[in-house]
């Protein structure tokens, strides 16, 4: 193709200007921490939790005393408190010893502020440990999908939230959430200016994490780790705070900065999800994870039909349009490492390499929501499929992205880390098509350039070696042999965790009937004293 030498010229400037604008928002300075909370501590009113009762009551009463006086601190002594939900107020700071364990009931949240009193604002109060080691909340008793949340930040301002672990069960809501509250027809209220930092949680469920921000504004959060779930999650999915921002354009996430943030065995440590919002600047640098989905997710804006936001054909209603983030907005420093112990939903598997397809568990993981699989990608960025600029096409933006690194990933996975297109970067043609292995009717019959098999690791007639262990299908017969030196209990799995075999192998080698099996895919488990081997296979 023959280039013009003025159209070369533009593609130039272009990229020189591209180059100019993301240099300038890198070196964007990280504001000093009295930007974002500048308290003053009246240390001449201090008291001690427990005096007496440990009640949710005498805890209260004493946190609202110190307020009314001009605020003070409060200090939480060590032991083990089971609460109703309190309400933080203005100038109050809160000392925890870290031997504290918080434990209390499914409810919206343990800790509320800006919620009291119609709303008032919280402003100029921290909560904290004595001495910056962490304390506990422990929802570990709860259920699969019961509602917890750690802390609900309302109408606030000027505060330090810190030094804490959250013993999560996979349960619903976020340790720590933000959202937009008030009366209807008033501007909406919502958090800003304060420092969230050294938090961390455990099995997380995938759809929420440690924390949620619907709506946030000059925040800070550093020091932040997850073990499932999204570690700082940067989302505007609620549907009443869509339909307040058709009107209110002040409720939504601006000049939020973020610090070495981390994942491990979850979906993301950061994840960018505008839905229906414009959404403001984010910074958020040294960024790393391990066998998570993707380290940093960077979605696209989109309308729902079910919320009123499109009608049938996908166009806009009711005030509504899809979102965005700022495209001053950095991600950088992001450090990835592979794993096969990631959070990945259905809709996700199909991002994984035909060859890594057996590590996809058979059941959904306890929050009924993700597979536990190999890590998809350092980035998954479908912001920028099909991207012109932004807006062009709906709900694209770029943001500067920065310095990406990664280790142990398939070749099969983009040099560069990304995922930015749902058809191009998936891999069709492996050994199932279906469930939970599932891809939309628009990116069906997509090459991958860097897909270089359709083959798992799958067997049918011919014989599979795993360590000292041979696995293969009589040809012709329906029959499957094991060999082995050792004796186990063999089971296998259809594709939706119902055991159809279970057999008991005491000789060097077994014989399996076949007969009442369909012809699919299968998991064999083998369990012995020493060591357990998953594998999956075709039966025919």
């Given at each position: 193709?023959?280039?013009?030498?003025?159209?070369?010229?533009?593609?130039?400037?272009?990229?020189?200007?591209?180059?100019?604008?993301?240099?300038?928002?890198?070196?964007?300075?990280?504001?000093?921490?009295?930007?974002?909370?500048?308290?003053?501590?009246?240390?001449?009113?201090?008291?001690?939790?427990?005096?007496?009762?440990?009640?949710?009551?005498?805890?209260?009463?004493?946190?609202?005393?110190?307020?009314?006086?001009?605020?003070?601190?409060?200090?939480?002594?060590?032991?083990?408190?089971?609460?109703?939900?309190?309400?933080?107020?203005?100038?109050?700071?809160?000392?925890?010893?870290?031997?504290?364990?918080?434990?209390?009931?499914?409810?919206?949240?343990?800790?509320?502020?800006?919620?009291?009193?119609?709303?008032?604002?919280?402003?100029?109060?921290?909560?904290?440990?004595?001495?910056?080691?962490?304390?506990?909340?422990?929802?570990?008793?709860?259920?699969?999908?019961?509602?917890?949340?750690?802390?609900?930040?309302?109408?606030?301002?000027?505060?330090?939230?810190?030094?804490?672990?959250?013993?999560?069960?996979?349960?619903?809501?976020?340790?720590?959430s933000s959202g937009a509250v008030g009366n209807t027809n008033e501007p909406a209220k919502f958090a800003?200016?304060?420092?969230?930092?050294?938090?961390?949680?455990?099995?997380?469920?995938?759809?929420?994490?440690?924390?949620?921000?619907?709506?946030?504004?000059?925040?800070?959060?550093?020091?932040?780790?997850?073990?499932?779930?999204?570690?700082?999650?940067?989302?505007?999915?609620?549907?009443?705070?869509?339909?307040?921002?058709?009107?209110d354009k002040t409720a939504i996430i601006d000049n939020v900065y973020g610090r070495n943030i981390s994942?491990?065995?979850?979906?993301?440590?950061?994840?960018?999800?505008?839905?229906?919002?414009?959404?403001?600047?984010?910074?958020?640098?040294?960024?790393?994870?391990?066998?998570?989905?993707?380290?940093?997710?960077?979605?696209?804006?989109?309308?729902?039909?079910?919320?009123?936001?499109?009608?049938?054909?996908?166009?806009?209603?009711?005030?509504?349009?899809?979102?965005?983030?700022?495209?001053?907005?950095?991600?950088?420093?992001?450090?990835?490492?592979?794993?096969?112990?990631?959070?990945?939903?259905?809709?996700?598997?199909?991002?994984?390499?035909?060859?890594?397809?057996?590590?996809?568990?058979?059941?959904?993981?306890?929050?009924?929501?993700?597979?536990?699989?190999?890590?998809?990608?350092?980035?998954?960025?479908?912001?920028?499929?099909?991207?012109?600029?932004?807006?062009?096409?709906?709900?694209?933006?770029?943001?500067?992205?920065?310095?990406?690194?990664?280790?142990?990933?398939?070749?099969?996975?983009?040099?560069?880390?990304?995922?930015?297109?749902?058809?191009?970067?998936?891999?069709?043609?492996?050994?199932?098509?279906?469930?939970?292995?599932?891809?939309?009717?628009?990116?069906?019959?997509?090459?991958?350039?860097?897909?270089?098999?359709?083959?798992?690791?799958?067997?049918?007639?011919?014989?599979?070696?795993?360590?000292?262990?041979?696995?293969?299908?009589?040809?012709?017969?329906?029959?499957?042999?094991?060999?082995?030196?050792?004796?186990?209990?063999?089971?296998?799995?259809?594709?939706?965790?119902?055991?159809?075999?279970?057999?008991?192998?005491?000789?060097?080698?077994?014989?399996?009937?076949?007969?009442?099996?369909?012809?699919?895919?299968?998991?064999?488990?083998?369990?012995?004293?020493?060591?357990?081997?998953?594998?999956?296979?075709?039966?025919?």
């Open positions: 193709m023959k280039i013009s030498k003025n159209r070369f010229l533009s593609w130039c400037c272009l990229l020189f200007i591209s180059f100019v604008f993301a240099q300038n928002h890198l070196d964007r300075s990280l504001p000093a921490d009295s930007y974002f909370y500048n308290p003053s501590i009246n240390t001449a009113n201090q008291v001690s939790f427990p005096n007496g009762s440990t009640s949710t009551s005498a805890l209260q009463s004493m946190i609202n005393s110190l307020s009314n006086v001009g605020g003070g601190v409060l200090t939480i002594n060590a032991g083990t408190y089971t609460l109703g939900q309190i309400h933080l107020k203005t100038g109050v700071h809160i000392r925890v010893h870290p031997d504290v364990v918080f434990k209390t009931s499914p409810m919206n949240a343990l800790f509320r502020v800006g919620y009291d009193n119609n709303f008032e604002n919280v402003s100029n109060w921290s909560f904290q440990s004595t001495n910056g080691e962490k304390f506990t909340f422990d929802f570990s008793d709860m259920q699969p999908n019961d509602g917890i949340r750690a802390f609900q930040l309302g109408n606030t301002t000027n505060f330090r939230l810190a030094d804490f672990v959250v013993l999560d069960n996979y349960t619903k809501f976020n340790a720590v800003s200016f304060g420092i969230i930092e050294n938090l961390d949680i455990k099995k997380a469920h995938y759809g929420y994490g440690l924390t949620q921000n619907q709506v946030i504004q000059n925040m800070l959060f550093r020091n932040l780790s997850g073990e499932g779930g999204v570690t700082l999650r940067l989302e505007s999915g609620y549907s009443g705070l869509a339909d307040l921002y058709v009107t994942c491990t065995n979850g979906a993301h440590a950061v994840m960018m999800s505008p839905h229906t919002i414009t959404q403001g600047m984010v910074d958020v640098r040294d960024i790393s994870g391990v066998s998570c989905e993707a380290v940093v997710s960077i979605n696209f804006g989109f309308l729902s039909k079910d919320k009123g936001q499109s009608d049938a054909n996908g166009n806009a209603i009711n005030g509504h349009s899809a979102g965005t983030f700022s495209e001053e907005s950095v991600i950088a420093n992001v450090s990835a490492t592979y794993g096969v112990k990631a959070q990945v939903r259905a809709a996700r598997l199909r991002h994984i390499p035909c060859a890594l397809r057996n590590y996809i568990s058979s059941d959904k993981n306890l929050d009924d929501e993700s597979y536990q699989a190999p890590a998809l990608a350092p980035v998954y960025y479908l912001a920028l499929k099909e991207y012109v600029s932004k807006g062009n096409p709906a709900g694209r933006y770029q943001i500067v992205l920065d310095y990406v690194t990664h280790t142990g990933f398939s070749s099969e996975v983009r040099a560069d880390g990304l995922i930015t297109d749902g058809g191009e970067n998936d891999f069709e043609g492996c050994d199932i098509d279906g469930s939970p292995i599932w891809i939309t009717g628009e990116d069906k019959n997509t090459p991958n350039p860097l897909q270089t098999s359709t083959v798992a690791e799958t067997l049918n007639t011919h014989k599979e070696l795993m360590n000292d262990v041979v696995i293969y299908q009589l040809e012709n017969q329906q029959v499957l042999r094991v060999k082995s030196d050792f004796n186990a209990k063999i089971k296998i799995y259809n594709l939706i965790g119902q055991l159809v075999k279970n057999v008991v192998k005491n000789n060097n080698e077994i014989s399996i009937d076949t007969s009442q099996l369909s012809e699919s895919v299968y998991i064999i488990r083998i369990e012995s004293e020493n060591k357990i081997i998953t594998k999956k296979i075709i039966i025919k």
